[in-house]
């Protein structure tokens, strides 16, 4: 199981109302199961109580902390479990006293458990601190897993069991130095986001489906091209397309099914990296096409 904290969409302004209301009923209205903690009641009241509470801690810019437990594709404990190990973050966070909501979602092939919680403590209206969360959270889970007997999922540390106690020791600098090369390389292996769509599909991955000699061509196409134009013209001849379709490169088969990040081809096929060799990517000749012909009279295409 990993953990990951939910941002709020929007800063906060001094003074406005936190926004426990609005994730409560996203995070409960569609959940399996829901438990409260440190509440009165069922959860429709607990945004009001969490808002009274809240109040006390006046220094606390954004009292409502929303994170996310999840376990793997094909990983499905039970809800009672579920909301054992969410308690168990809690506590080994020390968060246990804090007002909170855990609620089970079902709706994903990954199964999760939203925990909302109110920072500020109901008794001595101290937020709790939000400092290395990242590090004790990944700890939290690895210690969650171990007592359940659950598969240990990735992390940034590397775990370690001393006199029963498992604590976590980073990683040596040869382990990230790897990490880069495999990533400069696009051999790093595909994240779940891919892998649960091939286990429920049956269709590997793009990438696992083009030929090593695709792959190697279009690597080496990308170090001699200048431009959008002249990438965009090399991989046609592979049969491939590079598309913008929302924040993020992808690469496509033309004619063909599938798609992938861009950056699965190698680090520097990432956007952002494109973006400052070439400049902007260049408006669209058509709908989901990439204007990878040169505009009349020569000059860079136009930017968006």
């Known amino acids: 199981m990993i953990a990951k904290v939910i941002p709020p969409k929007r800063r906060t302004r001094a003074g406005a109302a936190p926004r426990f209301a609005a994730r409560l009923r996203y995070v409960c209205r569609k959940a399996v199961a829901v438990e409260t903690g440190n509440l009165v009641g069922p959860w429709p009241l607990a945004a009001d109580q969490m808002r009274i509470v809240a109040a006390a801690g006046t220094q606390v810019r954004q009292p409502s902390h ?3 437990l999840s376990w793997g594709d ?3 404990p039970s809800d009672a479990a579920v909301l054992t190990a969410g308690r168990m973050v809690l506590r080994q966070m020390g968060w246990q006293d804090h007002q909170h909501v855990l609620a089970v979602h079902r709706d994903r092939p990954n199964l999760h458990v939203h ?3 109110n920072r500020v403590h109901p008794r001595t209206g ?3 601190a939000l400092s290395h ?8 889970c690895r210690r969650v897993e171990r007592a359940f007997g659950w598969p240990p999922d990735r992390g940034r540390f590397r775990p370690e069991v001393r006199d029963g106690v498992l604590t976590l020791r980073p990683m040596a600098q040869a382990h990230w130095q790897a990490r880069v090369a495999v990533r400069e390389a696009g051999l790093r292996p595909d994240p779940l986001s891919v892998r649960g769509p091939e286990r429920r599909s049956g269709m590997a991955p793009l990438r696992d489906r083009l030929p090593a000699s695709i792959l190697s061509q279009a690597r080496r196409q990308l170090a001699d091209v200048v431009s959008w134009i ?5 991989l046609r001849v592979l049969g491939l397309r590079y598309l913008r379709p929302g924040g993020g490169g992808r690469v496509t088969v033309i004619g063909g099914r599938g ?6 081809l190698g680090a520097a096929f990432a956007l952002p990296r494109l973006v400052a060799r070439f400049g902007r990517f260049p408006r669209p000749a058509g709908k989901g096409c990439p204007a990878d012909v040169e505009p009349p009279g020569g000059g860079p295409a136009p930017g968006p």
């Open 230 to 234: 002249g990438l965009h013209s090399g």
């Open 126 to 128: 101290r937020a709790c």
């Open 115 to 117: 925990m909302v919680l």
């Open 66 to 68: 929303h994170l996310v």
């Open 259 to 264: 798609a992938m990040p861009a950056c699965h």
């Open 74 to 76: 094909g990983e499905a």
């Open 133 to 140: 969360d990242y590090a004790w959270l990944e700890l939290a």
